[in-house]
């Protein structure tokens, strides 16, 4: 065989192993990617301007406190990275996937396959056992082991024993930590939490967020955690501050 002229490589690991093509840098694509968004409604005293220009990049993994005011937008911000509702204008990109491409349709496969979230009032469905609650999204992505990811769920969050009981029989700590399980038990990109110690006494809620946490850490998810609890915001990496509709601090990775 003719011996290959390729030059003597440096180091193998900046190369594409394939192309040959070296890598120069990494390429990481922002799990969030919020560029310009307003979000202008009508009301009856006329426009309300909601949100007035976001700007918002987040890295995998990174875990984000999001902070301001009542009114300032940020359950609103959240909801348009969840894709639940549209910006006036602006570029949301979840995962590097633009959310304006998708229909209705698609948005609630990307949700289900992509993002887990947390609500303050828990958002349980009340007809269904805890077990079946946090079965129901896996069943819906196809997943045939759906109870025994469900159980498995409930396990980690400590609630095996509670299983067959329905949201009406449970305290709001535990009817948090099966919202918490099945947010976790698709394994998301993405986990949002808006207050998810909102409704919750100190102890409790110190319990919901310690699980929450490791969750996230063991799935490697990124997180935005909508808290007004300062030592929330102490055990995140980046603090994002709103006022009035804007970012006013943290919209990028420093
Ligand atoms: N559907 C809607 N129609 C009209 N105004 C709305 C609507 N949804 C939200 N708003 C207004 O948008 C602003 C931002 O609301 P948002 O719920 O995002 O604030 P927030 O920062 O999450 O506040 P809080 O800390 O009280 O939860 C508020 O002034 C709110 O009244
Ligand atoms: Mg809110």
Not at 28 to 43: F, M
Not at 199 to 210: P, Q, R, S, Y
């Amino acid at each position: 065989m003719t011996p290959s002229h390729t030059p003597p490589q440096k180091s193998d690991a900046l190369r594409d192993a394939a192309s040959g093509v070296p890598i120069v840098e990494p390429i990481i694509v922002p799990i969030v990617e919020l560029s310009s968004i307003a979000l202008t409604l009508e009301s009856g005293a006329g426009e309300v301007n909601i949100l007035r220009g976001i700007d918002l990049k987040v890295a995998p993994g990174e875990r984000i406190g999001v902070v301001g005011p009542s009114g300032s937008g940020k359950s609103t911000m959240m909801m348009i990275a969840a894709g639940l509702e549209r910006p006036s204008s602006g570029l949301v990109r979840i995962a590097g996937q633009d959310l304006a491409e998708m229909d209705e349709d698609d948005l609630a496969l990307f949700r289900r396959d992509r993002i887990g979230i947390v609500f303050q009032s828990f958002h349980l469905v009340p007809t269904m056992t805890a077990l079946e609650n946090v079965a129901v999204p896996l069943e819906f992505a196809g997943r045939r082991d759906a109870f025994d990811r469900a159980a498995a769920a409930l396990d980690e969050v400590d609630l095996s024993h509670r299983s067959t009981h329905y949201p009406g029989q449970l305290s709001g700590g535990e009817q948090q930590r099966v919202a918490l399980a099945r947010a976790v038990a698709t394994e998301p990109d993405l986990l949002l939490a808006d207050e998810p110690t909102g409704n919750l006494d100190g102890e409790t809620g110190t319990a919901v967020i310690h699980l929450l946490f490791a969750m996230q850490e063991r799935i490697g998810a990124t997180l935005l955690l909508i808290t007004h609890d300062p030592d929330l915001t102490a055990r995140c990496g980046r603090v994002v501050r709103m006022k009035d509709g804007r970012i006013t601090d943290g919209g990028m990775p420093s």
